[in-house]
């Protein structure tokens, strides 16, 4: 993706606005719209409906096709868009028709349905408002459902005065009034109407259509002949699945209980020779079904939640963020639909928060999905000398990592905080400082000096005192916070563990395996699976949220295809836990220590790490231990759980999206008041602290372990 669209629309002050606008207000109309709803409950309904009829989508096909037809339709199948395309106009033809009225279809968007028939003289007309402003404007949709979200008033009064012909005010009142009269003479000439559909019933035939607009029932019953042009997922087996998914997509589109107008549809309405045409796309979508590593992208019921809650989509909008389909699951869908050449720039910007995931209607891991798509897009060239033999290779690349802390030295400003970097590196942290590579990682703290880190209460575990933990602090921690692992150990010890530290250790992969290296990622999940079962032991506990997620979830998923290793893995995953989570199964303060009770309770904000509350669904346990065992109050921040813009590497193959991505979240920070945040995350703390000290802020940014190791003494 070019670096001058991205800064484009970041620098587009109404789209910037407009999305944050909607950003805001849609959690909060979300969650209204569901109240006295179980959303898991209806979701998870969704999910196992979609997922059994993928299992069989061509029989379902068959199904509905039958029943449609029986209810006096005309059905076409049609297994490419260039398929669609012909049927489209051959039934427009057959009419001697050369005017299409068409209702909302983001199908027809995926065709170019529209380009194709005035190729051949068919004029077309959108009469969803939304629809029918970037169709004047000559653009595609920037949101699967509010397509115009990208346009002020101001463009689109300068694009009606130039359809009309007439000068039209930048009032909105008056715009609708214009669209209206406009439209309304299209509704009344056009000779054939085309919709999409919502879903599509197997057992009689029957299509539903929702819509606030209403123009898709003027679409679909003052034409003579109607064609709705579907995408085969959308069949489901009855009207009881159907009823879910018409009840979950207005509250997770729009915030919206239901919508202004719900249709169902079966056979062609009245008489007079009307005709119905249902056009089933393909399209890729039956190979996809089969595909037993990417179908569950096919459960998508293009409710465009992943857009809505998306920190990266609110910063660039849909023309950056998708293709023809935006938001998470339309980078999962590009490559399916349009081919990989169109998905391997966007495909790169997810930064991986997984927040799509948690608000899919159809329980999709649209993150994973994408993570997992990027091993069959092109690489750098360098990448894989840079995570199969650099990082893989343990020894050498902490040797590499020895020698940066030389290198830095010539960049560190007052305080040892590099505020800048050389050449080209120089304009990627122009807004915030990084914290200098250490002189002596952790690592070597624990070489030098076997007392501490390594059975430092070596006879804990044979008295039956404490439990053994294995410390596996992530390559950040070790490396630029060693401070932060030995606060880390010393807090376990204070709660009575014993800690050890695997010098064997290595990267977890994560780099590797985002960068779509996935192979070299499989190989460090080998290496580190064997390290961390070489010794016996209750637990492995981490101070990175990622590198918890990576040992616990990943690495059962990147080795089930090994039979050696799968049982590993799964055998590791159970004792993997992040510090927190480790630390909240101990009793209140009052047992652990000289610390407990001294001093004014100090008042904290706290910032949940993505791939902590989401990915590790950890995020009461922090609290907890804040509370309980690092004595301090929380004052919640908004949006405590979006995205801070860190992502690993790519705050710094994007920067201008993470520096926005950071400004809501210090905005929300500075909001509260504090003096200090605490986090769970090495990578936050990086970004976060880089922020503040950048924009002269004296907030300072603390990790749980610290905090807990201050208080315990």
């Known amino acids: 993706m070019g670096k001058e669209i991205i800064k484009d629309k970041i620098n587009n002050a109404f789209l910037r606005k407009a999305l944050k606008n909607f950003a805001t207000a849609y959690p909060v109309a979300r969650a209204k719209a569901f109240e006295g709803i179980d959303f898991e409950a209806l979701r998870g309904r969704i999910s196992e409906f979609k997922k059994e009829g993928l299992k069989d989508l061509p029989a379902l096909v068959t199904r509905f096709k039958s029943s449609a037809e029986q209810a006096g339709a005309v059905v076409h199948v049609c297994s490419t868009p260039e398929d669609a395309n012909r049927a489209i106009l051959g039934i427009i033809q ?32 959108e009469t969803d408002l939304g629809e029918w402003i970037i169709q004047l404007a000559g653009e595609r949709p920037s949101h699967m459902v509010m397509p115009a979200i990208h346009k002020n008033k101001e463009e689109v009064a300068e694009l009606f005065s130039k359809e009309t012909g007439k000068e039209c005010s930048p009032d909105i009142p008056n715009l609708v009034k214009v669209a209206r009269e406009t439209l309304r003479s299209g509704f ?60 979950i997509l207005p509250k997770n589109a729009t915030g919206q209980k239901i919508t202004s107008y719900v249709s169902f549809i079966k056979g062609p309405t009245g008489g007079n020779g009307r005709e119905l045409h249902i056009v089933l796309l393909d399209n890729g979508r039956l190979k996809l079904a089969a595909d037993p590593d990417f179908s569950e992208a096919l459960k998508c019921v ?53 927040k799509c995931n948690e608000v899919c209607a159809s329980k999709i891991d649209i993150e994973g999905l994408i993570v997992d798509l990027r091993d069959k897009i092109r690489k750098p060239l360098g990448q894989k000398f840079l995570f199969g033999t650099m990082m893989k290779n343990r020894k050498l690349f902490h040797a590499a990592l020895r020698t940066a802390y030389l290198a830095q030295k010539p960049f560190q400003g007052e305080g040892g905080r590099i505020r800048h970097l050389p050449l080209i590196l120089n304009k990627e942290t122009a807004n915030r400082s990084l914290p200098p590579i250490a002189e002596k990682p952790f690592r070597d703290l624990v070489a030098e000096k076997p007392g501490i880190g390594n059975r430092t209460q070596a006879g804990l575990k044979e008295s039956g005192i404490g ?25 376990l010890e204070k709660l009575g563990y014993e800690v050890v530290f695997p010098q064997k250790q290595t990267c977890c992969g994560i780099p590797a395996r985002y960068s779509g290296e ?29 590198c918890t997620m990576s040992l616990k979830h990943d690495f ?101 999206i993470s520096q926005e991505v950071l400004k809501n979240k210090l905005d929300n920070i500075a909001a509260t008041g504090v003096t200090t945040v605490a986090v769970d995350c090495p990578g936050c703390k990086l970004q976060i602290e880089g922020g503040l000290e950048a924009a002269g802020s004296s907030i300072n940014v603390e990790h749980t372990a610290t905090l807990v190791r201050k208080r315990l003494g």
């Open 94 to 125: 057959s009419r001697g028709a050369d005017f299409l009225v068409k209702s909302k279809a983001m199908t027809s968007e995926e065709i170019e349905l529209n380009h194709y028939l005035e190729r051949y003289g068919i004029r077309c007309l």
């Open 188 to 247: 009344l000439s056009g000779q054939v109407g085309l919709s999409g559909a919502n879903v599509a019933l197997a057992d009689n035939g029957t299509i539903g259509i929702i819509t606030n607009e209403g123009n898709d029932r003027l679409v679909t019953t003052l034409p003579n002949t109607h064609i709705a042009l579907i995408g085969v997922e959308k069949i489901v087996p009855s009207l009881t699945e159907a009823l879910d998914v018409i009840n």
């Open 302 to 354: 293009k409710c465009g939640a992943c857009a809505n809650v998306c920190p990266i989509y609110e910063i660039v909008g849909g023309h950056v963020f998708g293709h023809i389909y935006v938001g998470g699951i339309g980078l999962v869908l590009t490559p399916f639909f349009h081919g990989f050449d169109k998905a391997e720039e966007i495909l790169k910007l997810c930064i991986g928060c997984k």
């Open 467 to 491: 439990e053994k933990v294995l410390f596996y602090t992530g390559c950040l921690a070790d490396f630029v916070y060693p401070e932060m692992c030995m606060d880390t150990k010393e807090s």
């Open 518 to 546: 996935i192979d070299i990622a499989r190989d460090m999940a080998r290496i580190n699976t064997d390290v961390l079962l070489e010794e016996d032991a209750d637990y492995v506990v981490t101070i990175c949220p990622t």
């Open 556 to 656: 059962p998923k990147l080795l089930e295809g090994d039979p050696v290793y799968k049982a590993k893995a799964a055998k590791l995953a159970e004792k993997v836990f992040n510090f927190s989570e480790l630390a909240a199964r101990k009793g209140g303060i009052g047992d652990h220590g000289p610390g407990t009770g001294k001093g004014v309770k100090q008042t904290v904000t706290y910032h949940d790490a993505c791939h902590l509350k989401r990915g590790c669904g950890v995020y009461e346990e922090p609290r907890k231990v804040l509370r309980e065992l690092a004595g301090v109050e929380i004052t919640e921040m908004a949006d405590c759980d979006k995205c801070c813009g860190f992502g690993g590497s790519y705050s710094i193959k994007y920067p201008e």
